[in-house]
């Protein structure tokens, strides 16, 4: 189901946790949210959710205004970081639970309850597990019982905060492509907070990034990867590297010397220059910047190599194919392919 | 030789083994759990003794011919029927003050958790004065109560008073670190899913609190069963009528009845052992549930 975010506004007490959040989530689409801890993703979840209410603004499901509906009203399926199963249930009762707990005239019989919580299970690939406890399961299992309990009241959309958040990497790593095709398996809208970029980029249709109550960005992973439009989602994706530039004539100027890009069309003035480490060809001279390297490091398939390029101490940080060659205190020339300015 | 420090075949036996780090030397060891099992013999288990030889001293005939006296039969009947008043009040109440102290925020709640601390930190004598001086015959109420006649000091429901005052804070200390331990999550999860309030309660919360509710009803009761102070200034100790078993224990000990005044200490002392015996009996029953319970 479509959900739409209209102008929210949330404070506790007289913190601000939202400043005026709008987001269109549509059918069927699984979207992230991800900003660094006190970014407001999890609050924007729980009010989606109902768990929380808005100081202003609405929460739309479809054409319905959801605000003024009860978390129980809403059909939502919530998943959270630490799981929250019932422990004195069984694997196939904590599944079951949304359906059994429903009023007479609702609940489908018993019968019915279990067959759709063993097929749910078998999605989930823990058959045959229905009756441990939670505290037998590992932590991705748990999750994953999580996750199954959630889509039996064949929620609205589904919400998930920091599903992954406490497992270990390599579990997390499986978990996410496991849930991906589950997504597309099933077609359920799906939010999901995360703090982590990879788990964004790589796991969603569109990433929302957050920052302080705000959205900084909606689009595609390789919109928000490639165009940042801010100096702050520039900086929280990837590795970036900034450096004080001036414009003139088109031309950018690093100190007294012009570094070789053209920016036309861009107003002369002192600017910051943006880009990514792998972003650049490397040239034996002419407009350039040079430096000298101070360290490399192998990182799996890249040599990462940062360069002391003499101005006002700044470092920076390229990444070349493991068999270039370099040794420390030798010099490199090289210019950005892909970069952003942004002003002050 | 590169294998010092592991015991050989060839060498003196185990005690050359490395020991595990947290682990003493078992002459410490030894003495430390003699230290502990002299303690609690000299402490508990001697003096607990003593009252079943006393009360034993003239032979089990004499025990119950003591027990069936008309008095003591009522001061038995007055301890159970309290208790079974107070404890599920102060039950209720327990569960209720719990959830509000560990599930929700709101202004005064940092005094309303000293409040239900203070019939701990006060004198049970001072506990039951309260009573006398909110419905004593010279009180604010008192001559309301009379020309409608209403009895509270000296009868059973001041007795019910200053025990359920007096037994006010187990449940409730015994809940709420531990629902504050276990945080909302598992009620979130359970309304998304469209649980009512009631049911959220029934089916989530107090299934994951029953052990520590289990165990602060038994520390409840064994205390409403065994008040003294408060219960002996609001009792009158009236006999037959207003007498508990701790008051009436006294009373038999004062008029130099030692053996009945063992008997019902007697009884009194095995009610608070079989509550333990019951509570370790379910521990026992359902330890891999309570692990689990406890386990996030």
């Known amino acids: ?344 | 030789m590169a294998h010092d420090g592991t015991a050989s075949p060839a060498g003196s036996g185990n005690t050359e083994l490395v020991r595990v780090a947290t682990s003493e030397h078992r002459l410490a060891r030894y003495g430390l759990i003699a230290a502990a099992l002299t303690f609690v013999a000299l402490f508990l288990v001697l003096p607990l003794a003593a009252v079943f030889t006393e009360a034993m001293r003239n032979g089990p005939g004499e025990f119950l011919t003591v027990l069936s006296d008309p008095e003591t039969f009522a001061a038995i009947r007055l301890t159970l029927l309290v208790a079974g008043i107070a404890v599920p009040l102060n039950l209720v109440f327990g569960i209720a003050a719990a959830w509000a102290i560990a599930k929700f925020e709101f202004k005064g709640k940092a005094f309303l958790t000293t409040l239900i601390d203070l019939p701990f930190s006060v004198s049970p004598v001072i506990s039951g004065l309260v009573f006398v001086l909110l419905f004593g015959s010279h009180s604010l109420l008192g001559p309301w109560l009379q020309s409608h006649g209403i009895q509270i000091l000296f009868a059973v429901p001041g007795i019910v008073l200053a025990t359920v005052f007096v037994t006010f804070p187990f449940v409730a200390r015994e809940l709420i670190p531990l629902m504050q331990e276990q945080g909302t999550s598992d009620e979130e999860a359970a309304l998304s899913l469209g649980a009512s309030g009631w049911q959220t309660f029934w089916h989530v919360t107090l299934p994951n609190i029953k052990w520590g509710l289990l165990y602060g009803v038994l520390l409840c009761n064994a205390r409403a069963m065994g008040e003294f102070g408060a219960v002996s200034v609001v009792s009158g100790h009236i006999r037959g009528l207003t007498n508990t078993m701790p008051l009436q224990v006294e009373i038999l000990y004062n008029e130099y009845n030692f053996v009945a005044a063992f008997a019902v200490a007697t009884l009194l002392a095995l009610l608070a052992l079989v509550t333990l015996v019951l509570k370790s009996l379910l521990e026992m029953k359902y330890s891999a549930q309570i692990a689990a319970s406890r386990r996030h």
């Open chain 1, 1 to 344: 189901m479509e959900v739409r975010v209209q102008n929210i506004r949330k404070e506790f007490g007289r913190f601000p946790a939202l400043n005026d959040v709008s987001l269109d989530i549509r059918s069927g689409e699984l979207i992230a949210l991800l900003g660094p801890s006190g970014s407001g993703k999890t609050t924007l979840l729980r009010l989606i959710a109902g768990l929380e209410s808005p100081t202003e603004g609405t929460v739309y499901f479809g054409n319905e205004d959801a605000s003024r509906k009860t978390v129980q009203e809403r059909n939502i399926g919530f998943v959270f970081q630490h799981y929250a199963l019932f422990r004195h249930m069984t694997v196939l009762d904590n599944v079951s639970f949304g359906l059994t707990i429903r009023p007479a005239g609702r609940r489908p019989p018993k019968a019915d309850i279990r067959k759709r919580a063993l097929e749910l299970l078998d999605l989930v690939q823990l058959s045959g597990l229905e009756k441990r406890y939670p505290a037998q399961l590992s932590g991705g299992q748990r999750q994953r019982v999580a996750l199954a309990r959630a889509m039996a009241v064949e929620p609205n959309v589904l919400l998930l905060d920091e599903p992954f958040g406490a497992l270990d990497a390599q579990v997390r790593k499986e978990l996410r492509r496991w849930l991906r095709e589950i997504h597309d398996r099933t077609g359920h809208t799906t939010v999901f907070v995360t703090h982590d970029q990879d788990e964004a980029l790589e796991l969603a249709d569109r990433v929302v990034v957050m920052s302080k109550g705000q959205i900084e960005q909606i689009g595609t992973p390789d919109e928000i990867y490639d165009t940042p439009n801010s100096p702050f989602v520039f900086g929280f994706i990837g590795q970036s590297n900034i450096l004080p530039v001036r414009v003139e004539n088109g031309q950018l100027w690093l100190e007294d010397r012009s570094i070789g890009v053209s920016a036309p069309g861009e107003a002369d003035g002192p600017a910051q220059l943006y880009f990514r480490p792998h972003d650049i060809e490397l040239l034996d001279g002419g407009g350039c910047i040079a430096g000298i390297v101070v360290q490399t490091r192998r990182v799996a398939g890249t040599r990462h190599v940062e360069l002391d390029i003499g101005t006002a101490n700044t470092k920076v940080e390229i990444e070349l194919p493991p068999e270039k060659a370099t040794s420390d205190r030798s010099r490199l020339a090289f210019r950005p392919t892909r970069w952003k300015l942004f002003r002050d």
